[in-house]
């Protein structure tokens, strides 16, 4: 099977902008979760959809958003971009039926100017 | 709050050792899994291993098992035989689970830098 996609790679985004990520889960996962990770916070889950629903949510302002389609895919957006905004975001898929396991992406580094 | 703690930011063996690499966390929960997740400098978090809280047994899987102590909310990994490749950070983390299959997010620690020396 092929893994947890994330496109882009990286980007580079001005302050103010807004930026859209996406994320393409396992065959057969219907879970998908993001998180940031930067070097002062670490890792802190943002959010989980399940269904095209989401599920959970951790604590991030709202400017932090996302959605589910049907085939599962997963996109998150940022709008109004800041400065620490810059980092790197992963999307995690499971089956998101009680296991547990979570299976990451490679990420997407988003560097805010 | 639920909290990871792993009180280890780096750690350095030679390669063939064996190394253990320290968690501790804390949920006032009962139902969830525990997990250690390795990141090589590429970022791909890669999963190494994962326990559920209701087992007893100690998790093992190739080289790497853990010392999973319930009581003392620990879950530590030892790795076996180090090689070269098992550079990297090293996070502990745990998800709690819903009845129905929900779960709240990953909860991670800081991190442990391994650094296998040839």
């Known amino acids: 099977k092929a893994g947890v996609t994330q496109t882009p790679r990286y980007l580079i985004k001005t302050r103010g902008q807004q930026v859209t990520l996406s994320c393409s889960p396992i065959?057969?996962?219907?879970?998908v979760s993001w998180y940031q990770q930067t070097p002062g916070q670490g890792l802190q889950f943002l959010f989980e959809?399940?269904?095209?629903?989401?599920?959970n949510k951790g604590n991030f302002p709202g400017r932090f958003s996302g959605r589910q389609f049907s085939n599962s895919r997963s996109e998150m957006n940022v709008s109004t971009l800041e400065l620490g905004d810059s980092a790197l975001y992963l999307c995690?898929?499971?089956?998101?039926?009680?296991?547990?396991?979570?299976?990451f992406g490679p990420g997407t580094r988003l560097t805010v100017t | 709050a639920q909290t990871v703690t792993q009180s280890q930011p780096e750690m350095s063996v030679q390669e063939a050792e064996t190394v253990t690499l320290s968690c501790t966390y804390d949920?006032?929960?009962?139902?969830?899994?525990l997990f250690w997740y390795k990141q090589p400098p590429s970022r791909q978090m890669i999963l190494v291993i994962r326990?559920?809280?209701?087992?007893?047994q100690n998790a093992t899987e190739n080289r790497f098992s853990v010392n999973f102590q319930k009581a003392a909310k620990s879950f530590s990994l030892k790795i076996s035989d180090s090689q070269l490749g098992d550079t990297a950070m090293y996070f502990c983390?745990?998800?709690?689970?819903?009845?129905?299959?929900?779960?709240?997010?990953?909860?991670f620690g800081k991190g442990t830098h391994l650094i296998i020396q040839p």
């Open positions: 995690a898929s499971s089956l998101g039926t009680g296991t547990g396991e979570q299976y």
């Open positions: 065959s057969g996962h219907r879970s």
């Open positions: 959809y399940f269904s095209e629903t989401q599920r």
């Open positions: 949920t006032s929960e009962s139902n969830y899994y």
């Open positions: 326990q559920e809280a209701y087992k007893q």
């Open positions: 983390a745990f998800i709690i689970m819903y009845s129905g299959g929900g779960a709240d997010g990953l909860t």
